[in-house]
């Protein structure tokens, strides 16, 4: 394939190997657009995966009761999170509308329907919540659109006059802003230069100034304790600070901006599973829950009850805990988990 590429339609060079041309997905992503081909290849790639994976690879684990079921485990992650093992239920495509047909496959027993309830942008009203940046707590206590305020305050244009791809830009810097992303990074996410990506980045925490003060108030405590913890005292230990290796010692700053973070929405996804539990006993209904995918809860309900299971499920998730910003959930009810979600 490299051959073709490199040799034959004579396609920008990416790395050369000991084997060859390297074809792998950080290539072709920057390939895309210069010839026709490149999609072709990216989609049978991507067809391919759906296929060994997730239609022939869950196929094969479906239990006698028609079931599929996974293994949760709770103290595999650093951040709390709940991870899930043979299979890994956690990472069955959505983003993609081909990627989302997957979930198809999944369906309610018959006379149930499934309800699936997601957080609202949970991390980022926690990052609200814990930096105390006023600009990003009166957005979510407005009700504003906060990607569309992101793009109002980085981009200086009335909020009213933000376009689409303004908003799209500025939803990439509030979720990559989280995680610690790089100017490189981003400028690859959103097809920018990686200065203006710079410029984004540096526009938002000179707007969002309780947010970049919260991050450099958290790796100073990281670098003086030697962990960062959640909200409820989970903590993380952070060697890599002490590293005298750059990148070490950058992995364990972007760690300490994050996990407080995700950390906690980890908890109080917890608390409100727990909460859900109880709460479907004590009403005697006999719904329950199947599955959780971090910011999201999957629950099987016989269908006279998924409406009063869907009221319960928002009003669980929106209470486990009270932040200085509402904490917001919504769910769906259908037959699948497509349906659904």
Not at 166 to 186: C, D, E, P, T
Not at 222 to 241: H, I, N, Q, S
Not at 298 to 306: K, N, S, T
């Amino acid at each position: 394939l490299g051959e073709v590429l490199f040799d034959e339609l004579m396609l920008p060079a990416g790395k050369k190997t000991k084997t060859g041309w390297s074809t792998n997905a950080d290539v072709l992503e920057k390939l895309r657009g210069k010839h026709p081909i490149i999609e072709d290849i990216l989609d049978y790639r991507m067809l391919t995966k759906l296929k060994s994976t997730y239609a022939d690879g869950l196929i094969k684990v479906i239990s006698p009761d028609g079931r599929i079921h996974t293994n949760f485990k709770m103290t595999v992650t650093a951040t709390g999170r709940l991870s899930s093992t043979e299979p890994n239920l956690q990472n069955i495509p959505i983003r993609k509308e081909l990627g989302g047909e997957i979930r198809r496959m999944f369906v309610a027993a018959p006379g149930c329907l499934l309800v699936d309830a997601d957080y609202s942008q949970i991390e980022l009203r926690l990052l609200a919540h814990i930096s105390g940046d006023e600009t990003m707590r009166n957005a979510f206590l407005s009700g504003e659109d906060i990607h569309a305020v992101t793009a109002s305050q980085v981009f200086g244009v009335p909020l009213a006059e933000v376009t689409a791809q303004q908003r799209s830009h500025a939803k990439a810097v509030n979720f990559g802003i989280v995680y610690g992303i790089s100017a490189f990074s981003l400028a690859q996410d959103i097809g920018v230069r990686p200065a203006e990506a710079k410029a984004y980045i540096d526009a938002y925490l000179e707007k969002y100034h309780g947010v970049r003060e919260y991050m450099e108030r958290v790796i100073a405590e990281a670098k003086e304790k030697g962990y960062v913890e959640t909200l409820f005292g989970r903590r993380r230990p952070l060697p890599e600070l002490k590293s005298s290796n750059f990148n070490t010692r950058s992995f364990g700053e972007r760690v300490a901006r994050n996990m407080p973070i995700q950390g906690t929405a980890a908890d109080i996804m917890k608390l409100a599973m727990v909460n859900v539990h109880r709460r479907l006993r004590a009403e005697g209904l006999r719904s329950r829950l199947l599955l959780q995918v971090h910011d999201e809860l999957i629950a099987e309900c016989p269908e006279e009850e998924a409406e009063r299971v869907k009221t319960l499920l928002e009003e669980e998730m929106s209470g486990a805990v009270s932040l200085s910003v509402p904490l917001t959930a919504n769910a769906k009810t259908g037959r699948s988990w497509a349906e659904a979600h």
